[in-house]
């Protein structure tokens, strides 16, 4: 074989003669179309063997093989093995390819950042699955025992002690495991901060928090990731070869794929190496994924349609006896389109049918209708830290991984950055208001339009877990012994509602480069605060009205599960859930008196106008840490 002088070769002693590629195509071929032609391929290839030629040959393997494995075949898990080898082959090649050129593995090196605030159960999972990816795709390889490519900063923002202290423990173990796992401690966060000259501090002061030292704590997911930046600027050995992964604590590396035993989350994608890939090959500053499993948005915005899907299973429950063999399962759930779980997805721009979707029984073995209540019953409350039973999304492969999309926004908890993208950041954390990451993608995406890029790698997003909701930290929900209460979270819903469709509104009149006149801001605030206040009376309206009707199904029908004395806790937890819908979202809910009072309304709309006009001069002070 001749090849160019400029082209890389292997010897016999550095070819592996590819054993986990060679398996592959023998195992799969008869039942995947083009395995074949690349076993060809491969057995066409000569000593000394063009090195780029061969890792070639497995950039065109994976395709074939992910399309297989989410077309919804049996054989997920040997095809899954198979992938996850040819992975680990294939950078076993490239870190020799670079050996033999004596130029080093160019590939991008990683820092992870992930903001932890009270939450030790969703840092284990979240750790868990960046150390599976490592282990399953060896993205850079870890012969020094640690995986060289990547590391992880997290960001403390936990009041508890004792969470700090887990947190750290979690830190350690997992470095014993080959993570390079940094625990940001707040004195060191405080410290960082107050390293930068007084000025800059103060110009920067609603992005990066001015919190005393003595309350340094709970500043907020988008004061804490700005100011986990600080770190990974201090970590940075290489602006040019570095990309920065902002991940959540709940949420990990992985996704999930329905069962007929239910859902099963799975290590199948290899992030770091397509968005490796992405960035090489692209002028991207801004990437940012998705989600799947919980929602991602606030219970506050979830309440009707999770009511229609509660009273939909009482109804049928109904039609069934309490001692029949479960009748729950079985059925392939429905897939939620685009924000099925948004009691207003027109507002962003989705249609979707009022339809109440199923509940799927996840009790495994013998079980009757009783037992499957019982279990119902005991996950309703989570619905207001943000799970919902009914309306999960799950993977799908669609046109596969790598495809870029022009993006509007950003998943807080799934986005990366190369040096110049750090410039980009969530503005406005000093108001505590939801929806920041839309918002701010609106802005960057009116400032950078194509370098702002979606792709199809969500991360799996669980609201709670197993651990249960004693150990489970949302902010700006208040348990109390016999209530939830979400009226901070529901006030700073309406209002981060506002502040987005302004900030949408306003980069269509305005240069985001240049700041935002007062007029123009309060011109368009003042008609989307009309749009917004009529679309939520629609919305308290429905809620008040599908929670008389579920009360009344539980309650008042005469239904076997009130004459079942087993299910006497069941009820009582039924019961907590309408009560607390009532506490929210009924005429007497707190946040719900906010959105109506005139004056409540005109001080957030002063402090909305004011940090849009400012968000040109806070960018400026920002920008100016990555001159």
């Not at 998705?290 to 606030?298: N, T």
């Not at 492969?397 to 986005?415: D, E, K, M, V």
């Not at 719900?592 to 957030?604: E, K, L, M, V, Y």
Request: glycine share 6%; proline share 5%.
């Amino acid at each position: 074989m001749n090849l160019p002088a400029n082209q890389t070769r292997c010897n016999a002693a550095d070819y592996p003669d590819a054993p986990s590629l060679r398996d592959c195509i023998a195992r799969h071929q008869s039942a995947i179309p083009g395995l074949a032609d690349l076993g060809a391929q491969l057995q066409a290839l000569s000593f000394p063997v063009d090195a780029d030629a061969l890792i070639e040959l497995y950039e065109s393997c994976y395709p074939l093989l992910e399309q297989a494995m989410w077309a919804g075949d049996a054989a997920f898990h040997p095809l899954l093995a198979s992938y996850q080898a040819l992975f680990r082959e294939q950078d076993t090649l490239i870190r020799q390819r670079a050996q033999n050129n004596h130029a080093g593995d160019t590939r991008h090196h990683f820092i992870l950042s992930i903001p932890a605030a009270d939450r030790p159960p969703h840092l284990r999972a979240c750790l868990e699955s960046i150390y599976q990816v490592c282990m399953q795709f060896d993205y850079g390889g870890h012969a020094s025992g640690v995986w060289e490519k990547i590391r992880i900063i997290v960001a403390e923002d936990s009041r508890d002690e004792a969470n700090i202290r887990r947190h750290q423990d979690l830190a350690a173990e997992y470095r014993q495991k080959g993570l390079q796992v940094i625990h940001f401690g707040l004195a060191e966060q405080y410290e960082l901060l107050h390293a930068l000259p007084p000025q800059q501090r103060a110009q920067l002061g609603n992005l990066l928090t001015t919190q005393p030292k003595d309350r340094f704590y709970l500043k907020g997911q988008a004061a804490n990731r700005n100011l986990s930046y600080l770190k990974c600027l201090q970590l940075t050995k290489d602006p040019n070869n570095t990309l920065y992964f902002l991940i959540d604590s709940d949420q990990s590396l992985c996704v999930n794929r329905q069962t007929e035993t239910g859902d099963e989350a799975v290590a199948a994608l290899n992030y770091f190496h397509a968005i490796d890939k992405i960035f090489r090959a692209t002028d991207t500053r801004m990437l940012t994924g998705k989600m799947v499993g919980d929602p991602p948005v606030s219970p506050a915005v979830m309440a009707a349609n999770f009511l229609d899907d509660v009273s939909a299973f009482f109804s049928r429950l109904a039609s069934l006896p309490s001692d029949q063999a479960c009748r729950f399962h079985g059925v392939p759930r429905q897939k939620p389109g685009d924000a099925a779980y948004h009691d207003m997805a027109r507002l962003f721009g989705f249609e979707n049918r009022p339809t109440p979707f199923d509940y799927p029984c996840r009790l495994q073995g013998a079980h009757d209708h009783g037992a499957c209540l019982t279990d119902f019953s005991r996950r309703l409350n989570a619905f207001f830290f943000g799970e919902h039973l009914t309306r999960k999304t799950w993977f799908d492969y669609a046109q596969g991984f790598s495809r870029l999309s022009p993006a509007r926004t950003i998943y807080p908890g799934n986005f990366v950055v190369n040096h110049a993208g750090l410039k980009y950041i969530i503005p406005f954390g000093h108001l505590r208001l939801r929806m920041s990451g839309p918002t701010a993608g609106r802005l960057i995406a009116a400032e950078i339009g194509e370098r702002f890029a979606a792709f199809n790698m969500p991360n799996l997003h669980r609201r709670t877990t197993e651990a249960g909701l004693d150990d489970d930290f949302r902010p700006g929900v208040e348990v109390g012994q016999a209530s939830i209460d979400l009226s901070n979270e529901f006030e700073r819903q309406f209002f981060g509602d506002l502040m987005l469709f302004t900030a949408e509104e306003l980069v269509q009149q305005a240069d985001v480069n240049l700041p935002f006149a007062r007029d123009a801001v309060e011109a368009i605030i003042k008609q989307k605060e009309t749009d917004l206040l009529a679309l939520y009376q629609q919305k308290h309206d429905a809620i008040v009205e599908k929670n008389r009707q579920l009360n009344a199904l539980v309650f008042n029908a005469g239904h076997w599960w009130l004459n079942d004395p087993a299910r006497a806790h069941a009820l009582r937890q039924v019961r907590a859930f309408i009560d607390n819908i009532d506490r929210n979202f009924g005429e007497h809910a707190v946040a719900w008196g906010h959105i109506q009072s005139a004056a409540h309304r005109a001080q957030r709309k002063r402090q909305i106008i004011e940090a849009l006009m400012n968000y040109r001069a806070e960018r400026d002070a920002w920008d100016s840490l990555f001159r």
